[in-house]
């Protein structure tokens, strides 16, 4: 990134002069984090919401307790989904109170419309009683909660060490602010920068670590928790590349974003003394959802075999008399991490040698395709083999389709970030699939709609793929 915006050096105070005369602020020496500081302030926050309840339940004492604890259950779903669980830097009251007023509506509005009905709720009349002993309990508590992170981090209880990624007039202005404001509880350690001139390092307030290459050496060596992006002396095209050096590191990422002294803060922008922070979304296999994918994919790709005995037997035995023994082709494919493995397909055309099968492109118009393999390829049926690459592990039933090593390579070599697509397992249908990106289609459209697809994954997202791909399948628009 080029230097962006004017930003005074008076940001810069005694820490630049303390390190112009040699003088280096010290750092505490990296240590193995707490068990009980790395899911952050979320799940306290849980339990002081827990407690707020349990408190306004004892002192109203509402009838149906059944009903009640499906109202705690709601409410905890309403807090989680306004973002009043998620870790910041800035922990207000005030912020959230038009957040934990709307919550509290919303959760209360619903115990009323669906258990109204149940014998033994209270009257409307009373459950306003609890709604407000509950809205006081839990502002109350959660009051107690912020001042006990605010003086855990000024007394160096929680800190958190922090690099700072590009050592321009931004990058100093961080630093020297988290420095100077405990209350943050980030620890800068160190700068990453290329050609930072001898002017400014006698600038800098920590010692610079060298360049941007060593973000992940230096994450791991140094123990650091969070990763600050401020404006350097990289482009953003690199530097997005370098980026992606943390997605397998236990690390937050927070970014300056461009042209900042104009930018809106909005409810999930950070900021540190006026300079807004906009935290990167953690990286998908880190987030405990992803765990709940690979049991998804194993449950659903079993059913579904066992579901499908009949046409796969019916598959097998119509591959084996139209093109005689080998019904199930293998093939060489890359996947996670750009490790090769045998994807399974039945037969649809059997080829010359090993060569074609690596180098071929595509044999949709191919002479030598007959109708039983021209059918399984309209309909997608040839691809039903992968079922059993998703239980091995080597594939996913959503992530980016995979590609064959010959073409990796060539692919690698002019395609910006194609590799980038193995940062998580292939897929048996993927995001590019399911827009019609497959055969003979841009090979850069699909490298980026895979990649977004990464950065943007949910639950949610896996199944509107699938649900495309199903339409697909039934129009019969295979490869």
Not at 32 to 56: I, K, M, S
Not at 180 to 202: A, H, K, M, Q, S
Not at 245 to 272: A, G, M, S
Request: glycine residues 8%.
């Amino acid at each position: 990134m080029r230097r962006a915006g004017r930003v005074s050096l008076d940001a810069v105070s005694h820490e630049g002069i303390t390190r112009a005369a040699g003088v280096w602020p010290t750092a505490a020496a990296p240590a193995t984090v707490a068990w009980w500081l790395r899911r952050g302030v979320g799940p306290y926050l849980v339990l002081v919401d827990v407690v707020a309840f349990a408190v306004a339940t004892l002192i109203t004492l509402p009838g149906s307790p059944p009903a009640h604890a499906v109202a705690l259950l709601f409410l905890l779903l309403v807090f989680w989904r306004a973002g009043l669980y998620r870790s910041r830097l800035t922990l207000s009251l005030l912020d959230d109170l038009p957040y934990v007023l709307a919550a509290v509506v919303v959760a209360w509005l619903f115990k009323v419309a669906v258990f109204s009905v149940l014998p033994g709720v209270d009257a409307p009349a009373r459950q306003v009683v609890h709604v407000v002993v509950l809205l006081v309990a839990v502002l109350t508590a959660r009051l107690v909660a912020y001042r006990v992170v605010h003086t855990a981090r000024c007394r160096g209880l929680v800190r958190h060490r922090t690099v700072v990624v590009g050592a321009g007039l931004v990058g100093i202005r961080v630093a020297v602010t988290l420095l100077e404001r405990r209350n943050y509880g980030l620890d800068p350690i160190g700068f990453l920068d290329t050609d930072v001139p001898e002017d400014r390092r006698v600038l800098l307030p920590v010692p610079l670590l060298g360049g941007y290459e060593r973000l992940g050496q230096v994450i791991r060596e140094q123990a650091v928790r969070d990763v600050i992006v401020a404006y350097g002396g990289v482009d953003e095209d690199e530097l997005v590349d370098i980026l992606r050096t943390c997605d397998r590191l236990d690390v937050d990422v927070f970014v300056v974003p461009r042209l900042f002294e104009l930018h809106d803060v909005n409810r999930y922008t950070d900021e540190i003394w006026g300079i807004p922070l906009v935290r990167r979304r953690r990286a998908v296999y880190r987030s405990p959802w992803w765990r709940v994918k690979r049991l998804v994919d194993v449950v659903v790709s079993l059913t579904t075999m066992l579901v499908l005995t009949p046409v796969l037997l019916a598959c097998a035995v119509a591959v084996r008399l139209e093109g005689g023994p080998g019904i199930i082709f293998r093939q060489e494919r890359v996947g996670l991490d750009g490790r090769p493995f045998q994807v399974l397909k039945f037969r649809s055309l059997k080829p010359v040698d090993d060569t074609e099968s690596q180098t071929q492109w595509n044999i949709r118009h191919d002479d030598r395709l007959g109708p039983v393999g021209r059918f399984l390829r309209a309909t997608s049926l040839d691809e039903l083999p992968q079922l059993w690459n998703i239980v091995r592990g080597d594939m996913s039933l959503v992530g980016p389709r995979p590609e064959r090593p010959h073409f990796v390579d060539q692919f690698s070599a002019h395609i910006p970030r194609y590799t980038a697509r193995h940062r998580v397992p292939a897929g048996l249908t993927g995001w590019a699939q399911s827009h019609g990106l497959r055969g003979d289609t841009s090979i850069e459209d699909r490298a980026r709609f895979d990649n977004y697809y990464i950065e943007n994954w949910s639950p949610w997202l896996d199944m509107k793929i699938v649900l495309k791909t199903v339409g697909q399948v039934l129009r019969r628009q295979g490869g």
